[in-house]
């Protein structure tokens, strides 16, 4: 038998020079459940009526159906990414824009579409690069329920010289 250390490593994340301007990809899919919503809302204290009060969804709101709040919507949408692109490669959250366009009800699935808009090495740590992607989060009816702009820095396979 080989020795695990020998052995190739699946599910590492992509490297800078995997992910050149204009790359598209996209990711598996994930739907969103009552339990996912309920969970998420205990742990991060949203206790906001829209989320906890299905009689306030159904006499006073203009939406209707549970509703997932749009921060866990991005932060499932992070973890599509992180098991595709980011394992053992990722080493910094720079940054992002975030825009909510439509909600995410439970039942719902969705899945990510990534594009590099921007990819250049680091001047300050040539074995890194700074990489800015366009995000859209897709529902299965093809609808957008958000975008969001984020820049990583990520592990590069050379130093660039």
Known sequence: MTASSDLPVLGLGQFFEDMPV?????????TITEPDIVAFINCTGMTEVLFTNM???????????RLSPGSLVYCFAEGLLVHATM?????AFLGMEL?????????DTIHV????????RSKSRPDRGIVTTFNRVVKQDGSTALTYTPTRM??????GG
């Not at 394992?87 to 080493?91: A, F, K, S, V």
């Not at 990520?154 to 130093?159: G, H, Q």
């Open 99 to 107: 825009k909510i366009e439509n909600p995410v009800f439970a039942g």
């Open 55 to 65: 009689e306030f969804l159904k006499h006073e709101s203009d939406i209707k159906g």
């Open 113 to 120: 579409e990534v594009e590099v808009t921007e990819s250049r």
């Open 22 to 30: 204009g790359r598209k990809f996209r990711t598996i899919g994930r």
């Open 154 to 159: 990520i592990k590069a396979r050379s130093s």
């Open 87 to 91: 394992q053992h490669t990722g080493y």
